[in-house]
């Protein structure tokens, strides 16, 4: 399940309801590959360690991450896959979250 809903992604690209909901499917997938590329950064599944039972709240610092990425990656799908774009600032909010092990 995603950690971010349809409606927050539409907020953050600034969507009116006059825009319907023409790009629904697509805006959902983005946020379905954002969630995966932050977990694989991460090595864990979000939801497995946060918001479950007598487990701490998943942080707004990764609901962000999700967020951000999923909104670049909308605004820049006519961008070669190769230069998918993260923003500014997430990798650095990825590592305070990653399990590192060596």
Avoid: C, N
């Avoid at 650095?92 to 990653?98: F, M, T």
């Amino acid at each position: 399940m995603a950690i971010l809903t349809l409606a927050q992604l539409k907020e953050e690209l600034g969507f009116t309801d006059d825009l319907g909901t023409a790009d629904d499917d697509l805006l959902t997938r983005k946020i379905a590959a954002a969630q995966d590329h932050v977990e694989r950064v991460l090595g864990y599944q979000i939801e497995a360690t946060f918001g479950g039972e007598d487990q701490d709240p998943i942080p707004p610092a990764l609901i962000e991450a999700v967020s951000q990425i999923a909104a670049a990656w909308y605004e820049a799908r006519d961008e070669s896959e190769d230069k998918l774009p993260l923003p500014f600032g997430v990798a650095a909010v990825l590592d305070g979250y990653r399990e590192f092990t060596f």
